[in-house]
């Protein structure tokens, strides 16, 4: 009898919600070690105060736990399992002028760095994707303004709980009760500190949202309690935090505390310890217009309001300078920074930041004023609108590519005719410098050069073979070769790739390369593929291992282009004559002829003849000999 007892209870206690790893967390303001992801606007203020967005139109932040969470249990079998969990944070919005947005989100999502945008979409989703189940984002929003009707606000000052959409399950103005049931209104964007409690029941799949004003304590009766299986919604492992965003009306999200565990109730947080966000600046340029047009309303026509007017006027116009006329797509693509920010990093694209051109524009040398970040910002022209945003689209897509041998975007603007493409500053420049720019020559040993090479060959794996798409970098030389503090060779001016499906489905955008490293066949299809990046690597090898340019004008006939030179020297038997005399004779014999060797190799003229990068790298690392595996076609 006992026993027949004690197994079904056994069983029971196995499949309960309570036995995952429970997380208990609390944060009485934010330090700088904190154990949090951020991204977007998102930083920690020196006094401790999280900050999601600053008062900067149409931005996202966002603040995630850094470590995933358990939030699901019994993954395998027909029922899932929701774990309980309870949060309490307090968040302060605070606004300059009349009217901001959009507000923030508490969120649980599979990943935390999430593809959203401003706006209406708080930074959680976007419009290609809100809606989707395979999404499996959840959130409670605290939204100011009434979006469109698609979105199905309640009014410009609600809590919402959503489920892999911005259109809530359920929402309530917000509000609070008090002991003898009575509803109190009261502003979100007061700017006044808030505390919010969300409890889930895991058993009972009940949700709870209570709100009020900081001054009061937890209401008993919470604002929304809605039944709801997260099952289905949930991973297993997800990351906790918050999202927020701004848009043509912006405002300042503060997070000042917060406090989270699974399968109990969350600590209570310590008020007294909560940091305050910074008073808004009294003396900045919109509130002075705001004054100084309530003055003129009021006839106060003075000398000193004729002279500030003229100050505001002055700013205004300065202000307007680095303005931005956004259209509506521009929203749906994450990455997106400020032309202000830009602007600024730059000095106002002064010429003394000026790094050099490269394809279609001129790049300059930033610092990003909100995180002091050292970035090479290219600046490009189109007239075509049409042109711009299949390639932004491209470049949001792009933005995702990460690998130890490319230099990542880190985003992208667009303002009037102008794209400006971020990335990685690369303390060392270019390839080309030292092999052929005079103050650089001869600074790079042939053991450094071996080293690029290899490492600009596995960035062309990644983009061939191991990325979720096939990208096609389609402008493969030794001035997009950069290189980093520790000499390592990274391939850049990846934003004008090509995107390519596994099947092989051309997504085309601009027509680009370098005629001395362009493909033969490209002149007939227009169409590059792997093998004309194959190709155009081939001319790489050469001009690494020679010290020459594809093309030298001024040199003899025989000489002119270097593929045809070095390979007369490999027909004449003399290949080493091809290396370049800045080396001198410390190199590995064995390694430079397999480069030149291998050079001649990638760029044979029948693109089918060509190797694939990644049996480039397998000659590069020795696993195959080239003598034995290919032959030469001439």
Same mark, same amino acid.
């Given at each position: 009898?006992?026993?027949?007892?004690?197994?079904?209870?056994?069983?029971?206690?196995?499949?309960?919600?309570?036995?995952?790893?429970?997380?208990?967390?609390?944060?009485?303001?934010?330090?700088?070690?904190?154990? =949090?992801?951020?991204?977007?606007?998102? @930083?920690?203020?020196?006094?401790?105060?999280?900050?999601?967005?600053?008062? &900067?139109?149409?931005?996202?932040? @966002?603040?995630?736990?850094?470590?995933?969470?358990?939030?699901?249990?019994?993954?395998? $079998?027909?029922?899932?399992?929701?774990?309980?969990?309870?949060?309490?944070?307090?968040?302060?919005?605070?606004?300059?002028?009349?009217?901001?947005?959009?507000?923030?989100?508490?969120?649980?999502?599979?990943?935390?760095?999430?593809?959203?945008?401003?706006?209406?979409?708080?930074?959680?989703?976007?419009?290609?994707?809100?809606?989707?189940?395979?999404?499996?984002?959840?959130?409670?929003?605290?939204?100011?303004?009434?979006?469109?009707?698609?979105?199905?606000?309640?009014?410009?000052?609600?809590?919402?709980?959503?489920?892999? $959409?911005? !259109?809530?399950?359920?929402?309530?103005?917000?509000?609070?009760?008090?002991?003898?049931?009575?509803?109190?209104?009261?502003?979100?964007?007061?700017?006044? /500190?808030?505390?919010?409690?969300?409890?889930?029941?895991?058993?009972?799949?009940?949700?709870?949202?209570?709100?009020?004003?900081?001054?009061?304590?937890?209401?008993?009766?919470?604002?929304?309690? @809605?039944?709801?299986?997260?099952?289905?919604?949930?991973?297993?492992?997800?990351?906790?935090?918050? $999202?927020?965003?701004?848009?043509?009306?912006?405002?300042?999200?503060?997070?000042?505390?917060?406090?989270?565990?699974?399968?109990?109730?969350?600590?209570?947080?310590?008020?007294?310890?909560?940091?305050?966000?910074?008073?808004?600046?009294?003396?900045?340029?919109?509130?002075?217009?705001?004054?100084?047009? !309530?003055?003129?309303? $009021?006839?106060?026509?003075?000398?000193?309001?004729?002279?500030?007017?003229?100050?505001?006027?002055?700013?205004?116009?300065?202000?307007?300078?680095?303005?931005?006329?956004?259209?509506?797509?521009?929203?749906?693509?994450?990455?997106?920074?400020?032309?202000?920010?830009?602007?600024?990093?730059?000095?106002?694209?002064?010429? &003394?930041?000026?790094?050099?051109?490269?394809?279609?524009?001129?790049?300059?040398?930033?610092?990003?004023?909100?995180?002091?970040?050292?970035?090479?910002?290219?600046?490009?022209? %189109?007239?075509?609108?049409?042109?711009?945003?299949?390639?932004?689209?491209?470049?949001?897509? =792009?933005?995702?590519?990460?690998?130890?041998?490319?230099?990542?975007?880190?985003?992208?603007?667009?303002?009037?005719?102008?794209?400006?493409?971020?990335?990685?500053?690369?303390?060392?420049?270019?390839?080309?410098?030292?092999?052929?720019?005079?103050?650089?020559?001869?600074?790079? %040993?042939?053991?450094? *050069?071996?080293?690029?090479?290899?490492?600009?060959?596995?960035?062309?794996?990644?983009?061939?073979?191991?990325?979720?798409?096939?990208?096609? @970098?389609?402008? !493969?030389?030794?001035?997009?070769?950069?290189?980093?503090?520790?000499?390592?060779?990274?391939?850049?001016?990846?934003?004008?790739?090509?995107?390519?499906?596994?099947?092989?489905?051309? *997504?085309?955008?601009?027509?680009?390369?370098?005629?001395?490293?362009?493909?033969?066949?490209?002149?007939?299809?227009?169409?590059?593929?792997?093998?004309?990046?194959?190709?155009?690597?081939? !001319?790489?090898?050469?001009?690494?291992?020679?010290?020459?340019?594809?093309?030298? /004008?001024? #040199?003899?006939?025989?000489?002119?282009?270097?593929?045809?030179?070095?390979?007369?020297?490999?027909?004449?038997?003399?290949?080493?004559? #091809?290396?370049?005399?800045?080396?001198?004779?410390?190199?590995? *014999?064995?390694?430079?002829?397999?480069?030149?060797?291998?050079?001649?190799?990638?760029?044979?003229?029948?693109?089918?003849?060509?190797?694939?990068?990644?049996?480039?790298?397998?000659?590069?690392?020795?696993?195959?000999?080239?003598?034995?595996?290919?032959?030469?076609?001439?």
């Amino acid at each position: 009898m006992a026993a027949s007892i004690v197994l079904p209870l056994l069983l029971l206690l196995l499949a309960s919600p309570s036995l995952s790893d429970n997380i208990d967390f609390t944060y009485n303001g934010f330090k700088s070690d904190t154990n =949090l992801s951020l991204d977007g606007c998102a @930083h920690i203020i020196s006094n401790g105060v999280l900050q999601l967005t600053n008062n &900067t139109y149409k931005v996202t932040g @966002h603040a995630f736990f850094s470590s995933p969470i358990q939030l699901l249990l019994n993954t395998h $079998s027909v029922t899932p399992a929701a774990i309980s969990f309870s949060t309490t944070f307090v968040f302060d919005i605070i606004t300059i002028g009349n009217g901001g947005g959009h507000g923030l989100a508490f969120a649980m999502a599979p990943t935390k760095t999430l593809d959203g945008s401003c706006c209406n979409y708080l930074g959680l989703l976007n419009k290609n994707n809100s809606g989707n189940s395979s999404n499996h984002v959840f959130a409670v929003e605290f939204d100011t303004v009434q979006g469109a009707d698609a979105f199905k606000d309640v009014d410009d000052n609600h809590v919402g709980v959503d489920l892999n $959409s911005l !259109i809530s399950n359920v929402s309530k103005t917000a509000s609070y009760y008090t002991n003898n049931s009575q509803m109190v209104n009261f502003e979100l964007e007061s700017g006044q /500190p808030i505390q919010a409690w969300i409890d889930y029941d895991g058993v009972a799949k009940i949700l709870n949202v209570t709100i009020s004003p900081l001054s009061v304590d937890k209401p008993s009766r919470p604002l929304i309690s @809605h039944t709801i299986d997260l099952s289905p919604i949930l991973k297993e492992y997800m990351y906790v935090g918050f $999202s927020s965003s701004t848009g043509k009306l912006s405002s300042s999200h503060y997070i000042l505390g917060w406090s989270f565990r699974t399968d109990g109730v969350a600590r209570s947080l310590d008020r007294s310890r909560l940091p305050l966000p910074p008073e808004p600046a009294k003396a900045s340029s919109i509130s002075k217009a705001a004054g100084i047009r !309530i003055g003129v309303i $009021s006839s106060l026509v003075t000398l000193v309001l004729v002279a500030l007017a003229f100050s505001v006027s002055w700013n205004l116009w300065q202000r307007a300078k680095l303005a931005e006329t956004l259209e509506d797509w521009e929203i749906d693509y994450p990455h997106r920074l400020p032309y202000r920010d830009l602007y600024k990093a730059t000095k106002g694209f002064k010429e &003394t930041e000026l790094l050099g051109s490269g394809s279609f524009g001129l790049v300059y040398k930033g610092i990003l004023p909100r995180t002091g970040e050292e970035v090479a910002i290219k600046k490009i022209s %189109s007239n075509s609108r049409q042109a711009v945003r299949e390639f932004v689209a491209e470049v949001a897509c =792009l933005a995702r590519i990460r690998h130890r041998n490319l230099v990542p975007l880190q985003g992208w603007c667009k303002r009037n005719e102008d794209l400006l493409l971020v990335s990685e500053f690369m303390p060392n420049g270019s390839l080309d410098t030292f092999l052929f720019e005079s103050e650089r020559c001869g600074l790079l %040993s042939w053991d450094q *050069r071996f080293k690029i090479l290899k490492g600009v060959a596995l960035g062309l794996v990644y983009l061939h073979e191991e990325w979720e798409q096939v990208v096609v @970098h389609r402008d !493969i030389k030794s001035s997009n070769v950069l290189l980093d503090a520790e000499m390592n060779g990274r391939l850049g001016d990846f934003g004008l790739a090509g995107l390519y499906e596994r099947a092989g489905n051309t *997504r085309m955008t601009l027509v680009v390369g370098t005629l001395a490293y362009m493909a033969p066949e490209m002149s007939r299809t227009g169409k590059p593929v792997p093998s004309s990046d194959v190709f155009a690597y081939g !001319i790489l090898l050469l001009e690494v291992a020679c010290g020459r340019r594809p093309i030298e /004008p001024s #040199a003899p006939t025989r000489m002119l282009l270097l593929m045809d030179w070095v390979r007369d020297c490999k027909m004449k038997g003399g290949l080493l004559e #091809a290396v370049d005399p800045k080396l001198g004779r410390s190199y590995v *014999r064995e390694e430079v002829e397999l480069v030149l060797k291998l050079g001649l190799v990638c760029s044979q003229s029948i693109p089918e003849v060509r190797p694939t990068m990644r049996q480039v790298i397998q000659y590069l690392n020795g696993d195959v000999n080239l003598a034995d595996d290919v032959a030469l076609v001439f």
